[in-house]
């Protein structure tokens, strides 16, 4: 295997398109663990941690740009992501496996590689967030659901790079949490919930929801926002919301829990999430 | 041998927090464990695991692992001699040979200059097998109609006759009193079925191996190990050596917890070196080692129990099935321990229990801390609460009323030298406001409940034999040789501690030499807790032993009788009452070496024999079961958990902790509480978290990721042990074992707390989340 | 077959110039070309915290890193934590407070400390046990080493 250190994303770019077994090497904290456990052998590897572009916490136009090379740290301690829609990522990364992790994996590597029990996916989704990605054509920009199409699987196209996640500066009053529930302190989540909620004195006037580890991707439903914007967040309410949840969601059974289990829980975390997120 | 301290020694250090003298290493990286060992001309040593858990092997071509550069040996079963091993039943090789019986069962090992290129080998090993229908079920392994996996058993070396079914290890009958007619006479009878999991051990530190072989043939060997004279003796037998051409020496051990007892890879990896001439190091992959090495047996356990309404515990019947893996390891001791155990440590006159070990094709189940009685002590426990609630009685009440006291027997009639149970169950009721609490409905924040239970237990201390030899250097500092290993538990230090507080030594007089079986006595291991007792007293008597020497010598030297003698600290020798007639141990040395009586070196030598033999009279034993005679001294503990709840995920967490335990004396203070500490967290582990699990024979999760032991933030901080000291007469310092015993309580506590928080009963452990829910949810609905 | 590729290390003040392969961790290469054995690999996937080592003033994974990654970075490990001998109050707080018993898990967990006290000099108990919850432990229950970690932070304080 070849190791390379791409100057800057042009160098990066053309290096992937002259050979589609080169991997990008972000934080390496999946990578690596994937290496050693001999699960994959890339034929070059393209060290992304040079590239100034990918790095930093900016805002830009109506929105805040997270570079995709921030560490899990970074972004759990960015003071720009304290309040509105961005809130929720910030719990998330906070909540990410433990600080020696925190410290090496980065927002990109982490949703290119699109592990639903992962953190970040949720959020993003919560949160209404952009991806920017660079290929040989140039910049584009996509809502983050249309990126995750399936258990580690992206949209994200052969020769293309991740650059930054963008975060709509809207709703800067709103209260976000991501809830997360774990077998243990810094397990992947059995199954989280991340929102972003305002509200107008006692009435919800805006609400997203996304649930973790339910599906091969966070699953958010439009009715469910719906349900919840312009209510008062009651039980019944909340008990609708959950329902339509449970009967979309795609869990599966693994060592953190059955599926059915999964589905059985989701009702109890919403409540506790919204209860946490305005409390 | 006295029970106190002997007054007429100074300077010890007995019941003080002695740092580890191996501190300053473990803190700097200094330590040296195996995998940290390196030779000149050193191989990487890599194993080939079977992928099926039951199946012939047809055919192996090994040519192009062996063709590949920088391969300097591949071996397979059929190229080693033809010798079983193991502990009780040889029924292993140390490479598989016509038959693999788990996934992950040895087939192949290979040595190169590269680990990465062993690896590489492996996989151009190509075997073909035949794959064999597969027994996963015990219950059903000893069906008739089951496939028989050791279908060479009768050419097994064994110390028992095997029982006849298919698949059974061992099995163990023991029955007390009439327990067939007095189940009319109970008031109040519960019945129940519980299931325990398979835990792995995940010492932090991987099976790893260095094997030497010198220019005449003899082989040393570095291991993670938990006994130099097992391994020793394990690798000969398997190689066809004298015992005398083997050398095993003790690194820094990483963690053991019964794992690392007995052999690992020690015979396969020697064989590689054997076979290349070349030092050989195999480190397994804590992947290879989940799967391929060892873990405590599953299983299930029926129990059956029955009171007068009083209160009064009148019978038990229990049958208890354990899962042993594919090969019988220390199967025929866990079983019978947990047949021993589970009659708990009350007066319940009528008791049967039929406990069983049975091969399956999963891997291997071993010794692991507390060796079937956490498994057995689950069910009972959780019995005795339930009868508490059938009667309404409070359980700490219900244990008070029928725990042993005084002159009652154990169970099988075997004597208890400190009857403290009663003591410890009261310093834990007292320590966690047990009566408050359990009166009411414990305040919790919204959304989740707390409860508070309790559970009594008792283990043993002490097995087989130990030697040590103290020696007095010229200069008056000693060297202490025990063959002891200490695997972390601290026993470098404790029995250290011992001489030097034998000998009115500071312990910087003491030199703790590493074990080593070309110059250390004999010791049977590190395992069954009996480290302080039974090395702990061997080199006690030995420091006598080299008193009294030391004391001939200066009767010479100050010109006086033996009994004007006293010890003075720091090592020196005085006339009673004469604060000027004194010399240091050096004179004795001196004298001893240039002058009269030869070298002074103590030594002491015993094995375990307990005084009272099981009653035939008594008790009934069918089948096997080497305890409870050969097993040591009974010692007792009491331990609450307090727990919260939560309503909607069922998630448990431990909020506080408390720990009785009779350790007779604290020799090292805060090794004596941290042992305390570790084993309720290893505990909690086996509660809540930990479970192996298997598809079909294959471990679907081996590894950190998947398989997950309680982190610092998912146990809580206050873990309190509470020592009761009852000093134990035939015992070094008064000082038990508390290795293993801390171990047993805390599945039964915490599931019992969980039923006083939300009334439901968890029958199996680990009591998960979803596990804790369905309980709660069923509940709820009768 | 794998390119071997030169890199410049700098670990524990010193310098070296090695030649690694690229799929090398820097735990490999730590243990085995600069026989710095103090760093242990207790799982090789980052989870039991054994690997832990500080690189730029932050705990990371040293089984996680790639060796030929880590250059123009300050790399500390547990032997560069002694000054000619002498330990640092937190080593010595281990010892004191018996925070280690089998000492596997021990480099790693004053690593991991270390790295939180220089964020956070006087840490509540719930932050020691956020901090070091990636740090596994299987022999002490881990009481005594918080206990370890406060009695350091008391004796910086006086």
Not at chain 3, 81 to 95: C, P, R, T, V, W
């Given at each position: 295997m070849k190791y390379i250190e791409a100057l800057s994303l042009q160098e990066a770019l053309e290096i992937l398109a002259g050979d589609d077994e080169a991997r990008c090497l972000a934080g390496g904290a999946t990578l690596v663990a994937m290496m050693n456990a001999d699960l994959i052998a890339p034929s070059t590897l393209i060290s992304?941690?040079?590239?100034?572009?990918?790095?930093g916490i900016s805002a830009v136009d109506n929105y805040i740009r997270i570079g995709a090379m921030n560490t899990h740290s970074d972004v759990a301690n960015?003071?720009?992501?304290?309040?509105?829609?961005?809130f929720v990522i910030r719990d998330a990364a906070r909540q990410i496996a433990h600080p020696a992790i925190r410290n090496m994996g980065t927002i990109g590597g982490s949703i290119c590689h699109a592990?639903?029990?992962?953190?970040f996916p949720g959020s993003l989704v919560a949160a209404n967030a952009e991806l920017e990605i660079i290929g040989t054509d140039g910049l584009r920009q996509i809502p983050v659901?249309?990126?995750?199409?399936d258990y580690l699987e992206?949209?994200?196209?052969?020769?293309e790079v991740l650059t930054a996640i963008l975060v709509p500066t809207?709703?800067?009053q709103a209260h976000g949490r991501h809830l997360k529930f774990s077998?243990?302190?810094?397990?992947?989540?059995?199954v989280s919930v991340s929102l972003v909620l305002s509200m107008q004195s006692d009435v919800c006037n805006y609400a997203r929801v996304a649930i973790g580890s339910v599906a091969p991707t966070p699953l958010h439903l439009d009715t469910v926002d719906n349900i919840l914007t312009?209510?008062?967040?009651n039980d019944d309410v909340l008990d609708d919301a959950a329902n339509l949840l449970q009967e979309a969601c795609d869990p599966i059974d693994d060592v953190r829990g059955s599926a059915e289990y999964r589905r059985k829980i989701i009702p109890g975390l919403l409540k506790r999430a919204i209860a946490e997120a305005l409390g | 041998m006295s029970t106190q301290l002997d007054h007429d020694v100074p300077n010890t250090s007995i019941g003080k927090s002695i740092p580890r003298r191996e501190g300053p290493e473990k803190v700097s990286g200094k330590a040296i464990y195996s995998d940290d060992m390196s030779m000149n001309g050193m191989l990487h040593g890599a194993l080939l695991g079977s992928p099926y858990p039951h199946a012939r092997i047809v055919s192996i071509d090994k040519s192009k692992a062996e063709a590949?550069?920088?391969?300097?040996a591949v071996l397979v079963g059929?190229?080693?001699?033809f010798n079983y091993i193991g502990m009780?039943?040889?029924?292993?090789?140390a490479l598989a040979r016509d038959k693999v019986m788990y996934?992950?069962?040895?087939v192949a090992a290979v040595a190169a200059t590269e680990l990465s290129i062993a690896k590489d080998a492996l996989r151009l090993i190509e075997i073909e097998y035949e794959e064999l229908e597969p027994v996963l079920d015990p219950e059903a392994a000893l069906l008739a109609d089951s496939p028989v996996i050791?279908?060479?058993?009768?050419?097994y070396p064994t110390m028992f006759e095997l029982p006849?079914?298919?698949?059974?290890?061992c099995y163990t009958e023991l029955m007390e009193g009439?327990?067939?007619?007095?189940w009319d006479q109970c008031d109040v009878i519960v019945e129940d079925e519980y299931t325990v999991p398979a835990q792995?051990?995940?010492?932090?530190?991987p099976v790893s191996t260095l094997a030497d072989v010198d220019g005449s043939g003899k082989i040393t060997i570095w291991s993670s190990m938990q006994s130099v004279g097992r391994v020793q003796m394990y690798v000969a037998a398997a190689m066809g050596l004298?015992?005398?051409q083997i050398r095993v020496i003790a690194p820094r051990?990483?963690?053991?917890?019964?794992?690392?007892?007995?052999?690992?890879n020690q015979p396969i990896t020697a064989f590689l070196a054997q076979a290349t001439g070349k030092p050989v190091k195999m480190t397994l992959s804590r992947e290879d080692d989940m799967s391929m090495m060892k873990s405590r047996h599953g299983g299930k356990i029926y129990m059956k129990t029955g009171a007068s309404k009083d209160g009064t515990l009148l019978a038990r019947d229990c049958r208890i099935i354990l899962d042993?893996?594919?090969?019988?390891?220390e199967s025929p001791e866990v079983s019978p321990i947990a047949a021993l155990f589970?009659?708990?440590?009350?007066?319940?006159p009528n008791m049967r229990v039929e406990a069983w070990s049975v091969y399956t094709n999963r891997s291997r189940a071993s010794a692991f801390r507390g060796f079937g009685n956490p498994q057995a002590t689950f069910a009972s426990e959780s019995q005795i609460d339930d009868i508490a609630d059938k009667l309404g009685m409070d359980p700490m009440t219900l244990r008070q009323k029928n725990a042993l006291e005084g002159d009652d027997l154990f169970f099988c009639g075997k004597r208890i030298e400190s009857a403290s149970i009663q003591a410890c169950l009261e310093k834990v009721k007292q320590a966690s406001g047990w009566e408050q609490k359990r009166k009411q409905t414990l305040p919790a924040p919204p959304g989740k409940r707390r409860g508070i239970g309790i559970a009594a237990m008792s283990h043993i201390c002490g097995l087989l034999a130990s030697g040590a030899n103290v020696t007095l250097n010229e200069d008056g500092t000693v060297t202490v040789n025990?063959?002891?290993?200490?695997?972390?538990?601290g026993s470098d230090t404790l029995l250290s501690q011992i001489v030097a507080s034998s000998l009115g030594l500071?312990?910087?007089?003491v030199n703790h030499a590493n074990a080593d079986s070309d110059s250390s006595p004999y010791n049977f291991q590190t395992?069954?807790?009996?480290t302080t007792y039974m090395s702990g007293n061997a080199v006690k008597k030995a420091s006598e032993n080299v008193k009294e020497q030391i004391f001939k010598q200066a009767e010479q030297i100050l010109?006086?009788?033996?009994?004007?003698l006293e010890l003075r600290p720091g090592g020196f020798v005085g006339v009673k009452g004469?604060?000027?007639?004194v010399i240091p141990f050096a004179a004795a040395a001196g004298r001893s070496i240039y002058?009269?009586?030869?070298p002074i070196m103590g030594t002491h030598n015993w094995i375990y024999t307990p005084e009272d033999k099981m009653d035939p009279k008594r008790m009934l034993l069918k089948?096997?079961?080497?305890m409870p005679d050969g097993v040591g001294i009974l010692t007792f503990a009491a331990q609450i958990a307090e727990v919260e709840v939560d309503e909607v995920t069922g998630q448990v967490e431990v909020l506080e902790y408390w720990a009785a335990h009779?350790?007779?004396?604290?020799?090292?203070l805060a090794s004596v509480e941290g042992q305390i500490q570790g084993g309720v967290v290893q505990s909690i582990g086996y509660a809540l978290f930990e479970e192996m699990l298997w598809d079909n024979g294959r471990l679907?999760?081996?590894s950190m990721m998947d398989y997950k032991i309680p982190g610092m933030a998912d146990v809580?901080?206050?873990?309190h042990p509470l020592l009761i000291e009852?000093?134990?007469?035939?015992?070094p310092f008064g000082a038990k074992g508390v290795g293993e015993i801390c171990?047993?309580?805390?599945a039964p506590a915490i599931t019992n707390a969980i039923k006083h928080a939300v009334g439901a009963r968890v029958t199996?452990?680990?009591?998960?989340p979803e596990r804790v829910l369905d309980a709660m949810q069923n509940n709820s609905d009768c | 077959m794998t390119n071997k590729q030169i890199v410049k290390l700098e670990v524990n003040g010193d310098t070296h110039e090695l030649l690694v392969?690229?799929?090398?961790?820097l735990l490999h290469v730590l243990r085995e070309?600069?026989?710095?054995?103090?760093?242990?690999?207790?799982?090789?996937?980052?989870?039991?915290?054994?690997?832990t080592i500080i690189v730029d003033g932050q705990a990371v994974r040293a089984c996680l890193s790639l060796a030929v990654a880590s250059s123009e970075k300050e790399i500390t490990t547990?032997?560069?934590?002694?000054e000619n001998g002498k330990l640092q109050s937190l080593q010595q707080a281990f010892i004191d407070k018996q925070g280690?018993?089998?000492?596997?898990?021990t480099p790693g967990m004053i690593m991991s400390s270390l790295a939180l006290l220089a964020k956070n000099p006087s840490p509540s108990i719930d932050d020691i046990r956020e901090d070091l919850s990636g740090n596994l432990c299987?022999?002490?229950?881990?009481v005594k080493i918080a206990d370890a970690v406060m009695s350091a932070i008391e004796v910086e304080q006086s």
């Amino acid at each position: 295997m070849k190791y390379i250190e791409a100057l800057s994303l042009q160098e990066a770019l053309e290096i992937l398109a002259g050979d589609d077994e080169a991997r990008c090497l972000a934080g390496g904290a999946t990578l690596v663990a994937m290496m050693n456990a001999d699960l994959i052998a890339p034929s070059t590897l393209i060290s992304l941690r040079r590239i100034e572009e990918l790095k930093g916490i900016s805002a830009v136009d109506n929105y805040i740009r997270i570079g995709a090379m921030n560490t899990h740290s970074d972004v759990a301690n960015a003071e720009q992501l304290l309040s509105g829609n961005a809130f929720v990522i910030r719990d998330a990364a906070r909540q990410i496996a433990h600080p020696a992790i925190r410290n090496m994996g980065t927002i990109g590597g982490s949703i290119c590689h699109a592990d639903p029990a992962s953190d970040f996916p949720g959020s993003l989704v919560a949160a209404n967030a952009e991806l920017e990605i660079i290929g040989t054509d140039g910049l584009r920009q996509i809502p983050v659901q249309d990126f995750f199409v399936d258990y580690l699987e992206t949209s994200l196209q052969e020769g293309e790079v991740l650059t930054a996640i963008l975060v709509p500066t809207t709703h800067s009053q709103a209260h976000g949490r991501h809830l997360k529930f774990s077998r243990t302190h810094g397990d992947y989540a059995t199954v989280s919930v991340s929102l972003v909620l305002s509200m107008q004195s006692d009435v919800c006037n805006y609400a997203r929801v996304a649930i973790g580890s339910v599906a091969p991707t966070p699953l958010h439903l439009d009715t469910v926002d719906n349900i919840l914007t312009g209510s008062k967040l009651n039980d019944d309410v909340l008990d609708d919301a959950a329902n339509l949840l449970q009967e979309a969601c795609d869990p599966i059974d693994d060592v953190r829990g059955s599926a059915e289990y999964r589905r059985k829980i989701i009702p109890g975390l919403l409540k506790r999430a919204i209860a946490e997120a305005l409390g | 041998m006295s029970t106190q301290l002997d007054h007429d020694v100074p300077n010890t250090s007995i019941g003080k927090s002695i740092p580890r003298r191996e501190g300053p290493e473990k803190v700097s990286g200094k330590a040296i464990y195996s995998d940290d060992m390196s030779m000149n001309g050193m191989l990487h040593g890599a194993l080939l695991g079977s992928p099926y858990p039951h199946a012939r092997i047809v055919s192996i071509d090994k040519s192009k692992a062996e063709a590949l550069p920088g391969v300097k040996a591949v071996l397979v079963g059929e190229d080693l001699p033809f010798n079983y091993i193991g502990m009780f039943i040889k029924d292993q090789l140390a490479l598989a040979r016509d038959k693999v019986m788990y996934v992950g069962d040895p087939v192949a090992a290979v040595a190169a200059t590269e680990l990465s290129i062993a690896k590489d080998a492996l996989r151009l090993i190509e075997i073909e097998y035949e794959e064999l229908e597969p027994v996963l079920d015990p219950e059903a392994a000893l069906l008739a109609d089951s496939p028989v996996i050791h279908d060479k058993r009768a050419d097994y070396p064994t110390m028992f006759e095997l029982p006849k079914e298919p698949n059974g290890c061992c099995y163990t009958e023991l029955m007390e009193g009439d327990p067939n007619t007095i189940w009319d006479q109970c008031d109040v009878i519960v019945e129940d079925e519980y299931t325990v999991p398979a835990q792995y051990h995940m010492y932090m530190e991987p099976v790893s191996t260095l094997a030497d072989v010198d220019g005449s043939g003899k082989i040393t060997i570095w291991s993670s190990m938990q006994s130099v004279g097992r391994v020793q003796m394990y690798v000969a037998a398997a190689m066809g050596l004298p015992m005398s051409q083997i050398r095993v020496i003790a690194p820094r051990i990483g963690g053991g917890f019964g794992g690392k007892c007995e052999f690992t890879n020690q015979p396969i990896t020697a064989f590689l070196a054997q076979a290349t001439g070349k030092p050989v190091k195999m480190t397994l992959s804590r992947e290879d080692d989940m799967s391929m090495m060892k873990s405590r047996h599953g299983g299930k356990i029926y129990m059956k129990t029955g009171a007068s309404k009083d209160g009064t515990l009148l019978a038990r019947d229990c049958r208890i099935i354990l899962d042993g893996g594919a090969y019988a390891d220390e199967s025929p001791e866990v079983s019978p321990i947990a047949a021993l155990f589970s009659r708990g440590p009350y007066r319940i006159p009528n008791m049967r229990v039929e406990a069983w070990s049975v091969y399956t094709n999963r891997s291997r189940a071993s010794a692991f801390r507390g060796f079937g009685n956490p498994q057995a002590t689950f069910a009972s426990e959780s019995q005795i609460d339930d009868i508490a609630d059938k009667l309404g009685m409070d359980p700490m009440t219900l244990r008070q009323k029928n725990a042993l006291e005084g002159d009652d027997l154990f169970f099988c009639g075997k004597r208890i030298e400190s009857a403290s149970i009663q003591a410890c169950l009261e310093k834990v009721k007292q320590a966690s406001g047990w009566e408050q609490k359990r009166k009411q409905t414990l305040p919790a924040p919204p959304g989740k409940r707390r409860g508070i239970g309790i559970a009594a237990m008792s283990h043993i201390c002490g097995l087989l034999a130990s030697g040590a030899n103290v020696t007095l250097n010229e200069d008056g500092t000693v060297t202490v040789n025990s063959g002891c290993v200490d695997i972390g538990q601290g026993s470098d230090t404790l029995l250290s501690q011992i001489v030097a507080s034998s000998l009115g030594l500071d312990l910087s007089q003491v030199n703790h030499a590493n074990a080593d079986s070309d110059s250390s006595p004999y010791n049977f291991q590190t395992s069954a807790s009996r480290t302080t007792y039974m090395s702990g007293n061997a080199v006690k008597k030995a420091s006598e032993n080299v008193k009294e020497q030391i004391f001939k010598q200066a009767e010479q030297i100050l010109e006086c009788a033996e009994s004007d003698l006293e010890l003075r600290p720091g090592g020196f020798v005085g006339v009673k009452g004469v604060p000027e007639a004194v010399i240091p141990f050096a004179a004795a040395a001196g004298r001893s070496i240039y002058q009269e009586g030869g070298p002074i070196m103590g030594t002491h030598n015993w094995i375990y024999t307990p005084e009272d033999k099981m009653d035939p009279k008594r008790m009934l034993l069918k089948g096997f079961a080497m305890m409870p005679d050969g097993v040591g001294i009974l010692t007792f503990a009491a331990q609450i958990a307090e727990v919260e709840v939560d309503e909607v995920t069922g998630q448990v967490e431990v909020l506080e902790y408390w720990a009785a335990h009779d350790v007779g004396q604290a020799i090292n203070l805060a090794s004596v509480e941290g042992q305390i500490q570790g084993g309720v967290v290893q505990s909690i582990g086996y509660a809540l978290f930990e479970e192996m699990l298997w598809d079909n024979g294959r471990l679907i999760n081996p590894s950190m990721m998947d398989y997950k032991i309680p982190g610092m933030a998912d146990v809580p901080y206050k873990i309190h042990p509470l020592l009761i000291e009852m000093p134990e007469d035939s015992a070094p310092f008064g000082a038990k074992g508390v290795g293993e015993i801390c171990c047993v309580g805390p599945a039964p506590a915490i599931t019992n707390a969980i039923k006083h928080a939300v009334g439901a009963r968890v029958t199996q452990i680990p009591a998960t989340p979803e596990r804790v829910l369905d309980a709660m949810q069923n509940n709820s609905d009768c | 077959m794998t390119n071997k590729q030169i890199v410049k290390l700098e670990v524990n003040g010193d310098t070296h110039e090695l030649l690694v392969q690229p799929t090398q961790t820097l735990l490999h290469v730590l243990r085995e070309q600069l026989q710095l054995t103090g760093t242990k690999c207790g799982c090789n996937n980052g989870v039991c915290g054994s690997c832990t080592i500080i690189v730029d003033g932050q705990a990371v994974r040293a089984c996680l890193s790639l060796a030929v990654a880590s250059s123009e970075k300050e790399i500390t490990t547990i032997e560069g934590l002694e000054e000619n001998g002498k330990l640092q109050s937190l080593q010595q707080a281990f010892i004191d407070k018996q925070g280690l018993q089998c000492g596997f898990c021990t480099p790693g967990m004053i690593m991991s400390s270390l790295a939180l006290l220089a964020k956070n000099p006087s840490p509540s108990i719930d932050d020691i046990r956020e901090d070091l919850s990636g740090n596994l432990c299987r022999c002490t229950g881990y009481v005594k080493i918080a206990d370890a970690v406060m009695s350091a932070i008391e004796v910086e304080q006086s």
